[in-house]
T-cell receptor
Framework: DAMVIQNPRYQVTQFGKPVTLSCSQT?????MYWYQQKSSQAPKLLFH???????NEADTPDNFQSRRPNTSFCFLDIRSPGLGDAAMYLC???????????FGPGTRLTVT | RKEVEQDPGPFNVPEGATVAFNCTYS??????FFWYRQDCRKEPKLLMS???SGNEDGRFTAQLNRASQYISLLIRDSKLSDSATYLC??????????FGKGTRLSVIA
């Protein structure tokens, strides 16, 4: 059974048109993460939540926002996507400080 | 200095070969260490955790040298299915994991 689910798997949006990516988890983990990954690069952390506490990375553009309405769900909002925002967006969860992260399958975003 | 540095790759090896990947980390407070595997256009998946005493899982052996801040992954008897990118991942307690850029492995028949 899938533990971290991301929808949609593929998203095409137009330049400047807002888009929302979603992530849900069945693991009841407190920590959730959003990463951006471009080809041949490491996943780049955008933000993470410890329960309801939101942590934004210093270099995450203001264009990216996130919501976590409850433990199970987390959303990534891109307010005005640019061509440079085309990437794989990975959601991950983690139980505690020394534990592994579980990744969702990712959403591949294309900006036209 | 980058937080986690890996061999640049790509590594192209024949089936059956033994291949080793190295990784160094800069944060001496790091406590947890992992190797993740990522297939093309897929999400990273945990390959193995790395313990101070070293650990082995079948053909895969991971070692940690805290004094040198160095982690390694050894793959013996390489299979075609081992072709992937291997990410070195480090954690310093209650902070997000830090990923290396990954080393790409191609096993050739």
């Amino acid at each position: 059974d899938a533990m971290v689910i991301q929808n949609p798997r593929y998203q095409v949006t137009q330049f400047g048109k807002p888009v929302t990516l979603s992530c849900s988890q069945t693991l009841n983990h407190n920590v959730m993460y959003w990463y951006q990954q471009k080809s041949s690069q490491a996943p780049k952390l955008l933000f993470h939540y410890y329960d309801k506490d939101f942590n934004n990375e210093a270099d995450t553009p203001d264009n990216f926002q996130s919501r976590r309405p409850n433990t199970s769900f987390c959303f990534l909002d891109i307010r005005s996507p640019g061509l440079g925002d085309a990437a794989m967006y990975l959601c991950a969860t983690r139980l505690g400080a020394d534990d592994e992260q579980y990744f969702g399958p990712g959403t591949r975003l294309t900006v036209t | 200095r980058k937080e986690v540095e890996q061999d640049p790759g790509p590594f192209n090896v024949p089936e059956g070969a033994t291949v080793a990947f190295n990784c160094t980390y800069s944060n001496s407070a790091s406590q947890s260490f992992f190797w993740y595997r990522q297939d093309c256009r897929k999400e990273p998946k945990l390959l193995m955790s790395v313990y101070s005493s070293g650990n082995e899982d079948g053909r895969f052996t991971a070692q940690l040298n805290r004094a040198s801040q160095y982690i390694s992954l050894l793959i013996r008897d390489s299979k075609l299915s081992d072709s992937a990118t291997y990410l070195c991942v480090v954690n310093a307690g209650n902070t997000p994991l830090v990923f290396g850029k990954g080393t790409r492995l191609s096993v050739i028949a």
